[in-house]
């Protein structure tokens, strides 16, 4: 088997951690896009504004659970690359537990610490797909969701003074599309475990 061939195989059975990842994405994107609607409400603004941040919390956490699984499975494989997702796992997590002790912070530094989780998963993710590109030559679902979360950086530190519902309405969005792209990469990682050599 050669080098790409093992490579694609060792990411193809981790697929299912993609698609899990992609799953709770999608799942966060929607709760929180209905959790928006009570943050308009004066009167049960705050509890919303706490559940806010700690479904965001869980969000980082968890999905930074998932990509330090796909880290170590990598290591365990003998890929190079391993130290990127265990990176971009640990940052991720480190994130969601500084997002969870903010809890009664003000929407700004929220706004910022989303702003530096998204771009920073973002840049990471770009430099995965840049090294994947040897194996997937036409590899652009990771790259697109690397680039999805740079821009959603931005948008979040452009948003850092905005309401709560509108800074949660794009928080929604954003993690409803990187969950359809995490899940479309897993399902392709899947689709390649009946073409590779075992």
């Given at each position: 088997?050669?080098?790409?061939?093992?490579?694609?195989?060792?990411?193809a059975?981790?697929?299912?951690?993609?698609?899990?990842?992609?799953?709770?994405?999608?799942?966060?994107?929607?709760?929180?896009?209905?959790?928006r609607?009570?943050?308009?409400?004066?009167?049960?603004?705050?509890?919303?504004?706490?559940?806010?941040?700690?479904?965001?919390?869980?969000?980082?956490?968890?999905?930074?659970?998932?990509?330090?699984?796909?880290?170590?499975?990598?290591?365990?494989?003998?890929?190079?690359?391993?130290?990127?997702?265990?990176?971009?796992?640990?940052?991720?997590?480190?994130?969601?537990?500084?997002?969870?002790?903010?809890?009664?912070?003000?929407?700004?530094?929220?706004?910022?610490?989303?702003?530096?989780?998204?771009?920073?998963?973002?840049?990471?993710?770009?430099?995965?797909?840049?090294?994947?590109?040897?194996?997937?030559?036409?590899?652009?679902?990771?790259?697109?969701?690397?680039?999805?979360?740079?821009?959603?950086?931005?948008?979040?530190?452009?948003?850092?003074?905005?309401?709560?519902?509108?800074?949660?309405g794009?928080?929604?969005?954003?993690?409803?599309?990187?969950?359809?792209?995490?899940?479309?990469?897993?399902?392709?990682?899947?689709?390649?475990?009946?073409?590779?050599?075992?």
């Amino acid at each position: 088997m050669s080098n790409s061939e093992q490579t694609l195989n060792d990411l193809a059975s981790s697929w299912w951690l993609f698609c899990v990842r992609g799953l709770f994405s999608v799942a966060f994107g929607l709760v929180t896009f209905l959790l928006r609607d009570g943050m308009a409400s004066v009167l049960v603004q705050p509890l919303a504004f706490v559940a806010f941040v700690g479904l965001l919390g869980l969000y980082a956490i968890c999905n930074g659970l998932l990509q330090l699984g796909a880290g170590w499975n990598a290591r365990e494989h003998g890929r190079r690359h391993w130290w990127l997702w265990v990176t971009e796992g640990s940052l991720g997590t480190v994130l969601g537990l500084a997002i969870f002790i903010t809890l009664t912070a003000s929407m700004t530094s929220l706004s910022l610490l989303a702003a530096i989780y998204a771009f920073s998963i973002g840049l990471i993710e770009l430099g995965i797909a840049w090294r994947l590109r040897k194996h997937l030559g036409d590899e652009i679902l990771f790259g697109a969701g690397g680039l999805l979360s740079v821009v959603a950086g931005v948008v979040f530190i452009l948003l850092r003074n905005a309401a709560m519902e509108e800074v949660a309405g794009w928080l929604a969005a954003y993690a409803f599309v990187f969950g359809v792209i995490k899940i479309a990469y897993a399902l392709r990682l899947r689709g390649l475990r009946n073409i590779l050599p075992n």
